[in-house]
């Protein structure tokens, strides 16, 4: 089996995972400290998937981890099918999440008064995080999938 | 090569196709008539994405009547590698417009008196046709990625 660069066990694959859960933890913060996020449905959507993408990516890290440094290969078919199918679900959830987001902010931002010119400038760091989140969760997406006939 | 429904140049082919043109017109349709959407960011999104799946799709319908109908087949790796391409690209575009449109939505719904009860279910029903198309532009993507290898 030759080593593609970004597939699950790889380095390459260490940094996307840590990348994707560093900026799902970053969008999360962004969105729930101090704000009252739970009266707008797409930001309580964000959350959830956010809440859904970093123990995920965590785990995912924890594999590569174990097969990078331990040298224990991790990758079965089955395994591989399973991470290919949760990473693209994942992946749409996430996309759909923050343009959700963006548009919710982008209308609060366009009508004035419902939220102020710091408030708003979370939810825009927030959306703006949970979409590098998604572009680093489709990379590895699209990387094991690539990876998945030759297993 | 074998014949994958679903694959360029079958009538499963031509089907989904021609679903995603219609529900491209009916969501376009729902979010136009007499509607000032140029107000909402999302909104305008959503009628610019449409307004390409409706050419993209109807373009490749007529090359699917072409192959099903005429029998010329249309396979050249190139020609695929491009639908694959322009496939995938529109299918995210569309999610990303849906999930926007449905977050204004239910935002503008929730504050009350922004849509009157009418105004607010065209853009719902407008939000429900996009998703729809973008399953099935999903669908499209999905078999054609599968096809390409063997091509």
């Known amino acids: 089996m030759e080593e593609l660069p970004g597939a699950l066990g790889t380095s390459a694959s260490l940094a996307l995972r840590l990348g994707q859960a560093i900026f799902a933890v970053a969008s999360l913060l962004f969105m729930c400290l101090e704000v009252e996020f739970y009266s707008y449905t797409a930001f ?7 809440g859904l993408i970093i123990p995920w990516s965590l785990t995912l890290a924890v594999v590569d981890v174990f097969s990078v440094f331990i040298k224990r290969p991790a990758r079965q078919p089955g ?15 996430s996309l759909a999440a923050s343009c959700s987001t963006a548009g919710v902010t982008s209308l609060l931002l366009a009508s004035g008064g419902f939220c102020g ?30 990876l998945l006939p030759s297993v």
């Open 117 to 146: 010119g710091k408030l708003c400038t979370r939810y825009r760091l927030s959306a703006a995080m949970a979409f590098l989140s998604w572009f680093l969760s489709l990379t590895s997406a699209l990387f094991n999938l690539w």
């Open 44 to 50: 309580c959507f964000l959350v959830t998937i956010m």
């Open 79 to 93: 395994m591989l099918s399973i991470v290919v199918i949760g990473d693209w679900v994942l992946s749409f959830l």
